[in-house]
């Protein structure tokens, strides 16, 4: 009976959800709008792609299901805005990181966008007082910023030699 609890003990340990890795999120911080993203883990054989549909502009999307023990691979999904399509990617050679961040910005009239990982929920450390993103963004629209700063350009220290 030993026998057999330790030779099942390992698999109920490795499914357990304490060491799946966490559901897929990505923040939509664009104006823009993608269709879907499909999300390639490593191992084609134990693990399938994951999708997300829908992400709206300024919107925080968690993924329907968990993605157990899988590390992720790459990224793809395409973002529609300002009548462009944008190209979306990213690329691991197998990372544990689910939370992702979709950011564009525009030069010279192009747009350029990426997804890049990031904390976006805020779980340092899983704890119940950490704060949560509340779907909507702040921006400050009229940063101050002083255009003449002044600094305390005197030693911190005493440059009188000693005798």
């Known amino acids: 009976m030993k026998k057999l609890l330790l030779a099942i003990l390992p698999f109920l340990l490795f499914s357990a959800p304490s060491f799946a890795y966490t559901k897929y999120t990505v923040l939509n911080s664009t104006s823009g709008t993608v269709d879907y993203l499909i999300f390639k883990q ?4 134990f693990c399938g792609e994951h999708y997300i549909d829908n992400l709206t502009p300024w919107s925080i999307t968690p993924d329907s299901a968990g993605r157990g023990a899988c590390l992720l691979k790459s990224i793809q999904g395409i973002l529609h805005i300002d009548g462009e399509d944008i190209p979306l990617e990213y690329h691991s050679s197998g990372t544990s990181y689910g939370q992702f961040v979709i950011v564009s910005k525009r030069v010279d009239n192009k747009i350029t966008a990426k997804i890049v990982s990031a ?11 950490t704060p949560q993103y509340n779907g909507n963004p702040q ?13 305390d350009d005197t030693p911190k220290y005493d440059d ?3 005798v």
């Open 139 to 151: 921006y400050d629209d009229n940063p101050q910023y002083d255009d003449n700063p002044k600094y």
């Open 119 to 129: 904390d976006i929920l805020g779980n340092y450390n899983n704890s119940d007082d």
């Open 160 to 162: 009188t030699p000693s």
């Open 42 to 45: 490593m191992s084609e054989l």
